[in-house]
């Protein structure tokens, strides 16, 4: 197991808290993600012959968010 943090910028809610926790978990090898909203970091768990950092950072992306840093 291998743990990512991410600096993410866009969240503004428990919603987008939320949001990001779903867009992270329904990749394939991760295993738990924990978001510090006022501080705008995310951290995952994840298996890293499953998924990468940057599937991790597309899915983010996606929903509307911006990984800003590690």
């Given at each position: 197991m291998q743990h990512l943090r991410l600096k993410v910028e866009g969240m503004t809610?428990?919603?987008?808290?939320?949001?990001?926790?779903?867009?992270?978990?329904?990749?394939?090898g991760v295993e738990q993600v924990d978001v510090d909203l006022s501080q705008?970091?995310?951290q995952v768990s994840y298996d890293p012959s499953r998924t990468q950092a940057e599937a991790?950072?597309?899915?983010?992306?996606?929903g509307g968010y911006r990984v800003t840093g590690a």
């Open positions: 809610c428990m919603g987008c808290v939320n949001s990001v926790k779903r867009l992270l978990s329904a990749l394939d705008g970091l995310v991790m950072q597309l899915a983010i992306e996606g």
